[in-house]
């Protein structure tokens, strides 16, 4: 039996709960390859940021010890 209302696929509540605690409901579920995709894009991202960060801390020390006038 499937507790989602017809013509509600997000909710996955009783009619009268909060939207948004339907929605977090709805996608705090794992929901198998789909869900490991995301962690793994969300990875990429995380990876990629990093040395980035790493830069502009690096350019923002430098330039706060030694500024150009």
Not at 17 to 34: N, R
């Amino acid at each position: 039996m499937d507790p989602t209302p017809a013509g509600s696929p997000l909710c996955s509540c009783s009619p009268g709960s909060s939207d948004t605690i339907c929605i977090y409901l709805a996608v705090s579920k794992p929901k198998g390859w789909l869900h490991k995709k995301a962690w793994f894009i969300a990875g990429i991202f995380v990876l990629l940021t990093i040395p980035v960060s790493m830069c502009g801390i690096r350019q923002h020390r430098v330039h706060y010890t030694q500024p150009e006038l």
